[in-house]
């Protein structure tokens, strides 16, 4: 019964301390990468971490960022523990994206000049290297993968975008050396869908179930607009209001005009003929205009207003004031 209690021991403690993995996360980041993009891709990395036992016996990682220059976050013994790892993946999430060109050759010289050069002895060397974008000389990162492979025997895994040109996905595939260890993605929101894989891969004693809650690529996105809340009847209803009050006093404006006007024609003809009412039978216009009405005591405006008067009334308006009766 002893030896079976220190055999299920042994057993335990092989599980659940891992491989002794030096793995290395080389990181492409153009000035074409969104920050979504960015942030996704650290995701898919910090998933596969999360899935590793972290320790100086176990695996340790180291994180570069790459486009024109080189960037490395941190290496291989700065982070001991999956607690303080974790958290500085996370990091990398702000990390540079200023640059178009895509050294991938130099970011593989600096692994194993920088990173691997100080690396366990005993340790698996493995390098996961992301791509959106071919280099500009790719025989350069043939090169660099070769002498990197030579040097340190080491598994070199590549993840690239669907949408790389074929001869782009020919230089991954020819430095993975394996087509199952070249991993191609619509987009880095998907990524999640090749963790088991990829991780099976780093440590296959690691654990490969699926992500959890990871986007289905083929899914139909149904996008709902949420109804408008604002109210809008009280604009509306202030709007009717201020049309129809123009609309109200425009109409008053012209019958007023219209009103105004036939009644100054009316009072012109009504003071004509009582004006003319005041003159004695058989005067003639000239006498009552020059005589009667200038014998008149009223003030001389009066005088001038009744003489236009009467001599309107006498040259047209009697005339057609008859012929509206």
């Not at 995701?43 to 972290?54: A, Q």
């Not at 180291?62 to 001991?80: E, G, I, P, R």
């Amino acid at each position: 019964m002893l030896r079976v209690y220190i055999f299920l021991l042994l057993f335990m403690s092989t599980e659940e301390s891992g491989a002794e993995i030096d793995l290395v996360f080389a990181l492409h980041t153009p000035s074409v990468m969104s920050a979504a993009d960015l942030s996704y891709t650290v995701d898919f990395l910090y998933e596969i971490t999360s899935r590793l036992t972290v320790g100086t016996n176990n695996s340790l990682v180291a994180v570069l960022t790459y486009s024109k220059y080189v960037t490395q976050h941190f290496n291989l013994s700065a982070y001991l523990s999956k607690e303080q790892l974790l958290p500085a993946l996370l990091a990398v999430k702000s990390a540079n994206r200023t640059d178009e060109e895509s050294n991938s050759n130099e970011v593989l010289d600096s692994i194993r000049t920088q990173i691997f050069s100080k690396s366990r002895t005993t340790s698996a060397k493995v390098v996961l290297l992301t791509l959106l974008q071919g280099p500009q000389i790719p025989i350069r990162t043939e090169w660099a993968a070769d002498d990197l492979s030579s040097t340190y025997g080491n598994a070199l895994l590549t993840v690239g975008l669907d949408s790389l040109t074929e001869n782009d996905k020919n230089l991954l595939n020819t430095i993975a050396k394996d087509d199952s260890r070249a991993f191609y993605v619509s987009d880095f929101k998907y990524s999640c869908h090749i963790v088991p894989n990829v991780t099976n891969l780093i440590d296959s004693a690691a654990d490969t179930s699926l992500v959890d809650d990871c986007p289905d690529p083929y899914a139909t996105e149904i996008t709902t607009v949420a109804p408008s809340t604002k109210d809008d009847s009280i604009l509306l209803f202030v709007i009717g209001a201020i049309i129809g009050t123009l609309i109200l006093l425009v109409g008053l404006i012209i019958a007023f005009k219209c009103v105004k006007g036939n009644a100054e024609k009316n009072l012109r003809v009504l003071r004509a003929i009582e004006v003319y009412g005041e003159a004695r039978l058989g005067t003639s216009k000239g006498s009552f205009c020059n005589e009667d009405l200038g014998k008149s005591e009223e003030i001389e405006s009066t005088k001038r207003q009744r003489l236009a008067l009467a001599r309107n009334f006498s040259n047209c308006y009697v005339l057609a004031w008859h012929k509206n009766r």
